[in-house]
C-alpha cells in the first residue's frame, strides 16, 4: 500500500471514531510503527498535515510509537524480538542469536492506530 494511503486510512479510523462519540474534535492520535516499516516520524507526521486539513483532526497531537521487532530464526529456532535502533536504515532483518538473515519476520512492518483522544462540545 502506498505510504500515505495507510496515513489516510488511519486518519479515516480516528475520524469515525470520534463521529461515532459525537466529538467536535480530536486533540490526540497515537500510532504504532513497527521499527523495520521504512516511513519516518516526520514523513509521517508530514502526511498527516496534508491529509487532516479541514477535518476535525486538523490540531490534533500525533504521537507515533515504536514497536518492536519479532523474528523467528530460520537456522537456530530463536523466537524474539531483535533491536534496529542501530540499523534503521536497512529493511532486513538478522537473527541476534546467530546472525542469520534466514528469519521470518512476525511483527515489525506494521503501521496502525493506537488510541485516540477527542474533545466533546
Ligand atoms: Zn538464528
Given at each position: 500500500m502506498h505510504s500515505s494511503a495507510v496515513v489516510q486510512s488511519i486518519l479515516n479510523i480516528a475520524l469515525e471514531t470520534a463521529e461515532d462519540y459525537d466529538?467536535?474534535?480530536?486533540t490526540e492520535i497515537n500510532i504504532e510503527v513497527g521499527k523495520?516499516?521504512?516511513?519516518t516520524t516526520d514523513k509521517i507526521k508530514y502526511i498527516f498535515d496534508v491529509l487532516s486539513?479541514?477535518?476535525?483532526?486538523?490540531n490534533a497531537d500525533l504521537i507515533i510509537n515504536e514497536t518492536e521487532v519479532k523474528i523467528k530464526c530460520n537456522d537456530c529456532s530463536y523466537i524474539g524480538s531483535i533491536d534496529k535502533a542501530n540499523n534503521k536504515m536497512s529493511p532486513m532483518a538478522l537473527c541476534p542469536?546467530?546472525?542469520?538473515?534466514?528469519?521470518?519476520?512476525?511483527?515489525?512492518y506494521d503501521l496502525k492506530i493506537g488510541n485516540i483522544t477527542i474533545e466533546k462540545p
Open positions: 466529538a467536535n474534535s480530536i523495520l516499516n521504512l516511513m486539513k479541514n477535518t476535525i483532526a486538523e542469536n546467530c546472525g542469520s538473515p534466514r528469519v521470518n519476520v512476525l511483527s515489525g
